[in-house]
């Protein structure tokens, strides 16, 4: 495989991760709203702690689909370390997240229901960037057997690649 084509395989793969990355967070999103506005117009809490409460619940939603679905082919030896790492980034993207909404809602006045959902989700889109960074190389690092393998395949592709433009002049 030449140097382009291993580079559009690299890219293919990184696509694939972004699209599954973005299905789960975009379902994580789904129960963070659902989640906030529910506890926002069923309690008395205020919007920045339903806001934390409801990002928590999505936190465990996301945690289940980035492991058993997302990043399933990733090492799964240190398990414990992964879900300590994974809550460590998390709540650092809470509070990235929740940071927006409490600059909005405290240092603004941006308080209306419209207003706070606009904000949540600014802040979660955010939040999103750091999450995807820290995630992909921090808590579900890739197998060293995955990178091996690539570059195996790689120099398959250029052997073969090679052999069709001069054939061996000894086996025709």
């Known amino acids: ?30 129960v963070n709203i659902a989640f906030f506005n529910l506890v926002r117009h069923t309690t008395d809490l ?17 945690y289940i ?16 370390r992964e879900l300590m790492l994974f809550l460590l980034f ?14 909005a ?10 207003q706070s959902n606009v904000f949540k989700i600014v802040g979660i889109g955010v939040a999103t960037l750091f999450r995807f960074w820290s995630y992909r190389t921090w808590v579900f690092k890739a197998l060293p057997a995955e ?3 690539l570059n195996a395949e790689r120099f398959l592709e250029q052997r073969r690649t090679a052999d069709e433009v001069a054939p061996d002049p000894v086996h025709p």
């Open 46 to 62: 205020q919007v920045v702690r339903a806001s934390v409460l409801a990002t928590f619940v999505a936190i465990l939603f996301n």
């Open 105 to 114: 809602t405290y240092g603004f006045g941006w308080n209306s229901p419209v």
């Open 147 to 149: 990178e091996a393998v």
């Open 1 to 30: 495989m030449s140097e382009r084509g291993a580079l559009r395989a690299r890219l293919d793969l990184l696509a694939r991760e972004v699209a599954k990355f973005g299905a789960v967070g975009a379902l994580g999103l789904l």
């Open 65 to 80: 689909g980035f492991r058993y679905w997302t990043y399933r082919d990733r090492d799964k030896s240190g398990r414990t």
């Open 90 to 103: 998390s709540a650092a993207g809470a509070v990235i997240e929740n940071g927006v909404l409490y600059a």
